[in-house]
């Protein structure tokens, strides 16, 4: 592409303007394209799409197409695809982006956690608003002490590769909807890359109460250990071995098999 013509690349995620796993993306985007970064300020994971609707949002420039807002994955994509410039503020697009490419997200999402996840939720909240959209994730090593690693270079440049291939396609390839991809990496150097669909990933359910020094209770949710049932073509299944999965995923829930559809014409009936 001539300077005249490259992509413009939106970059954001849910573990903060800082995170390497951020900047690894952007550098490798901007190999071939325009990437502007906006991001929020602090670790922002598990926020899934939630939007701050009830205080004001604050934007601060941390470098040169590098922004950080005080808010959620899914609010920084918002502001940074509908702020106009205005009363001294600059607008922080110079265009329409090409691309939304949310991650290297510290940790994978594989199967439901697409529905929690702030990494995924800033991809999608491109699709919705008619942007193609890359939501990506590397997982976690352990070195010889057992302390967890996190080396996202190998998954920035795979992302690159698939942006360069995404943003090659007609628009006839991508459907009547933004395209939304789900990339997970495995620690280290992928094997290869597969096509999958969503698997099944299942945490402990997991409720920890404590006691403050003042004799109220507190509570701790989430964590605990996680497990998949087996699902041939399933993105749990090609993290097992060693490869990187590529999903997409649709952003109409809608659910219409034959079983929903009776259920749902069984409980119409019983309100006629």
């Known amino acids: 592409m001539s300077e005249a013509k ?6 954001s995620n849910d573990d903060g303007v800082h995170a390497r796993g951020l900047e690894a993306a952007a550098r490798a985007l901007s190999a071939f394209a325009d990437v502007v970064v906006v991001a929020p300020e602090t670790e922002q994971s598990a926020m899934s799409h939630s939007l701050t609707l009830h205080r004001p949002l604050r934007l601060r420039r941390v470098a040169e197409g590098r922004w950080g807002v005080d808010g959620t994955p899914a609010d920084c994509v918002y502001l940074a695809l509908h702020l106009e410039e ?19 997200n510290r940790g994978i999402n594989l199967g439901q956690d697409v529905f929690y996840s702030g990494t995924v939720a800033a991809a999608r909240e491109g699709a919705l608003r008619g942007v193609p959209a890359i939501a990506a994730s590397c997982d976690l090593a352990k070195d010889a002490l057992g302390n967890l690693t996190f080396d996202p270079e190998p998954a920035a440049a795979l992302v690159a590769a698939i942006a360069r291939a ?21 620690a280290g150097t992928p094997k290869g890359v597969r096509a999958t669909t ?3 990933r299942l945490w402990t359910e997991w409720v920890e109460q404590r006691v403050d020094p003042r004799g109220r209770s507190y509570y701790w949710i ?7 049932a087996e699902r041939p073509g399933s993105d749990t299944e090609a993290h097992d ?18 079983a929903a559809q009776q259920a749902l014409d069984t409980m119409l009936a019983a309100l006629r």
Do not use: F, Y
Not at 166 to 186: D, F, H, K, S, W
Not at 241 to 258: C, H, I, K, N, P
């Open 6 to 11: 490259r992509a413009l690349v939106l970059c």
């Open 86 to 104: 205005r009363d001294g503020v600059p607008k922080i697009l110079p265009r329409r982006p090409d691309l939304v490419v949310s991650g290297v």
């Open 166 to 186: 995404m943003l090659a396609l007609p628009p006839r390839e991508q459907g009547g909807q933004a395209l939304l991809l789900n990339l997970n990496v495995p």
């Open 198 to 200: 969503l698997g099944t």
């Open 222 to 228: 989430g964590g605990g250990s996680v497990s998949h």
């Open 241 to 258: 071995e060693g490869l990187a999965s590529l999903t997409v995923l649709q952003l109409d829930l809608a659910r219409r098999d034959g």
